[in-house]
């Protein structure tokens, strides 16, 4: 993870991969690098909005408990 800013949707995360923009390699490196930081499978990960963004949105479905405490410590 790469630190933490007010984005457009709240509080975001910034994360850095090294995956080109190109054909989805770079969101598809992001959301697998959110799984990981977050503790769930990259399943439980999905891209909501931003596809073609810097900001993204994605949706965790994974339970809660699996991770909020995990995304509440990144957010400090």
């Known amino acids: 993870m790469g630190g ?3 984005g457009p ?9 090294s995956a080109p923009a190109v054909d989805g ?3 598809e490196a992001v959301r697998r ?12 990960v999905t891209l909501r909005i ?5 900001d993204k949105v994605f949706t965790v479905t994974a339970p809660a408990q699996a991770w909020e405490q995990r995304l509440a410590a990144l957010l400090q």
């Open 50 to 54: 931003g596809a073609t963004s810097r």
């Open 9 to 17: 949707h709240g509080p975001a995360l910034v994360v850095a991969v």
């Open 25 to 27: 390699r770079a969101t």
């Open 33 to 44: 690098a959110l799984a990981e930081a977050l503790g769930v499978r990259p399943a439980d």
């Open 4 to 6: 933490r800013y007010d």
